[in-house]
C-alpha cells in the first residue's frame, strides 16, 4: 500500500554506527512505513514527529541518500550494514525511487556485507544484483502470520503472507542466504501452532532457517493496537506479553514443530554469534534508544 503522503528531505547522513554486537552501521532510506504494521514501536524512535504519528500514512523519502551513502563508504571501515532497521526497505514506494536498490548495489561493490529485513516480495527484483554478491548478503522474511485476516488487522499494509513464503523460496533458490523470521508473537493473538506449522514446514522443504521472538509491550504498540484490538485482549496481552510461563510454553509449541518437521530454528538472540540477525529481536531497542 502506498503512503497517503510522501516529503522529500534532505538526510545529514546514510550509514548510522550501530553499537549491536552484530551490524556495524544501518541504513534506513525511507522514515515512516507504509504498511502500517500495528505492533511497531518504531513509531517511538523515528526521528520526525509527522512520521511517527501518522505512522502508515506518511513517508519521508531521503533524496540524497546516494550521493552521502557514496561519500560515507569511501572513508569508512567496511562492516556489516543492517538494511533497514526502523522502516521497510520494499515498501511500494521503493519501487518508484529505488534508495534501497541503489544504496545496497554501492554497499556491495564498496566491500560491505548487507543483511535485509522486508515484508516484501520486491526484494526479488534485486536479484540480479545480491546474486553477485552471494558471499556478502542475507535476506530475511518477517512471517508474523499466515492467517490473511488476521494479517490485515495486524499488518494493513503487508503483502500477502503467503507471497512472502513465496519470497523466501526463491531468495533460497538463487542461492542467496534466506532466513524466516517469525513474530512478534503476540500472547492470545498468533501464538498457537496454526500460526507457524506452515512457515516451519516450508523451511525445512527448502532449507531456510527460522528465527523466532516474543512481542515487546511498548507504550506505542499497545496504543496503536487498542484501535484494531478488544480492551480485554489488550489487557490480556500486556499481562502475558511479560510472562515467563506464557514464553516457555510457546517456545516449546514452536520448538516441537521445528523437530517435527526437520527445521532449523532458533530463538532470535541477543548475544554474540548471530552477527547480522540479533539485532531484530530485543537488540533493536539497543539500537534505537542508543541512537
Known amino acids: ?135 556478502m548478503v542475507d535476506v530475511g522474511i518477517t512471517i508474523t502470520t499466515l492467517d490473511r485476516s488476521l494479517a490485515r488487522v495486524l499488518e494493513p499494509g503487508a503483502p500477502h503472507p503467503r507471497a512472502r513464503l513465496e519470497t523466501g523460496r526463491r531468495v533460497a533458490e538463487a542461492g542467496i542466504e534466506a532466513w524466516f523470521f517469525i513474530g512478534p508473537i503476540i500472547p492470545g493473538v498468533n501464538d498457537s501452532a496454526e500460526h507457524f506449522i506452515d512457515t516451519v514446514e516450508y523451511s525445512a522443504l527448502y532449507g531456510i532457517e527460522v528465527y523466532y521472538s516474543r512481542f515487546n509491550p511498548y507504550p506505542v504498540s499497545i496504543e496503536m493496537m487498542s484501535g484494531s484490538l478488544d480492551p480485554s485482549d489488550l489487557a490480556r496481552i500486556r499481562t502475558l506479553s511479560r510472562s515467563s510461563a506464557w514464553w516457555r510454553s510457546t517456545r516449546s509449541v514452536i520448538e516441537s514443530l521445528c523437530r517435527r518437521y526437520g527445521a532449523r530454528c532458533r530463538e532470535w538472540s541477543k548475544e554474540p554469534g548471530d552477527r547480522g540477525k540479533g539485532y531484530r529481536a530485543g537488540g533493536l531497542d539497543r539500537y534505537l534508544i542508543s541512537r
Do not use: Q
Not at 544504496?103 to 543483511?115: A, H, K, T
Open 1 to 135: 500500500m502506498n503512503p497517503k503522503t510522501v516529503i522529500e528531505i534532505k538526510a545529514r547522513r546514510a550509514l548510522t554506527v550501530s553499537r549491536l554486537h552484530d551490524l556495524d552501521y544501518s541504513l534506513n532510506p525511507y522514515l515512516g512505513c507504509s504498511m502500517g504494521c500495528i505492533y511497531c514501536y518504531a513509531p517511538s524512535f523515528t526521528n520526525n514527529d509527522l512520521a511517527s504519528r501518522r505512522w502508515g500514512e506518511v513517508v519521508l523519502v531521503k533524496i540524497n541518500l546516494l550521493e552521502l551513502l557514496s561519500r560515507e563508504v569511501a572513508r569508512l571501515r567496511r562492516g556489516v550494514v543492517g538494511v533497514s532497521i526502523i522502516t521497510d526497505p520494499y515498501m511500494p514506494i521503493e519501487g518508484r525511487y529505488r534508495l534501497a536498490r541503489r544504496g545496497i548495489e554501492i554497499l556491495l561493490s564498496r566491500g560491505f556485507r548487507v543483511s535485509i529485513h522486508t515484508k516484501s516480495p520486491l526484494v526479488l527484483r534485486d536479484l540480479d544484483i545480491l546474486g553477485r554478491h552471494l558471499e
